[in-house]
């Protein structure tokens, strides 16, 4: 009979085998909520914008539009500040006026271009949106210049359905360059 101190000559099973009882279903289950969390979170941020119907075939007032477009908003647009730069409420407030009054222009503008009578109902629409947005941007500089922050915030909020379904639609029918997106800029807070 060996020592109790000496190794046993019995070969020693050296695969590794999980205990009795391991909670196996559980963890892969656990992994594959995991594993599909990460896919449907990748494909949320790297789906591409929503695209309206395309319903607009009159190349001419689809050329005419983008060419007024790119010439009105780029001016309009926010100037691209750091968390760093102090912008205060005032500034962002005459900023959002200055962006309401030009797309409320241009606007005006767009409406007038000739358009196929069978497609003006389409243009009226998304025009009628840019009106909700443009609103929504002069309430956002009034409750910026009363000082209450959070108000602005919730007005500026207001308008990002309208501001959604215009650019979805200006996707959808080659107005790119007519993209509202961030023409109006939102504050960082106190």
């Known amino acids: 009979m060996p020592e109790p101190d000496e190794p046993s000559t019995a070969t020693l099973d050296t695969t590794w085998q999980a205990p009795r009882g391991f909670p196996w279903p559980p963890i892969v289950m656990i992994a594959a909520l995991v594993l599909l969390s990460a896919v449907v979170l990748g ?4 789906r591409p914008a929503p695209t309206g119907p395309r319903v607009m075939t009159d190349r001419a007032f689809i050329d005419q539009a983008n060419q007024r477009c790119r010439a009105a908003l780029p001016p309009l647009r926010p100037q691209d500040t750091s968390r760093a ?11 959002a006026m200055r962006a ?28 009628d949106g840019w009106a909700t947005f443009i609103d ?53 807070g106190p």
């Open 43 to 46: 494909y949320r941020l790297t």
């Open 85 to 95: 730069a102090s912008v205060a409420p005032d500034q962002i407030a005459d900023q």
């Open 100 to 127: 309401a009054d030009g797309l409320a222009v241009l606007s005006r503008e767009l409406r007038s271009v000739p358009v196929a009578l069978e497609q003006k109902p389409f243009v009226e629409g998304w025009l």
């Open 136 to 188: 929504a941007g002069r309430r956002y500089a009034q409750a910026l210049r009363s000082g209450d922050v959070d108000a602005a915030n919730k007005v500026a909020k207001s308008g990002d359905p309208a501001q959604r379904r215009a650019d979805a639609f200006a996707r959808g029918n080659d107005l790119d360059p007519c993209l509202l997106q961030s023409a109006i800029r939102k504050p960082r």
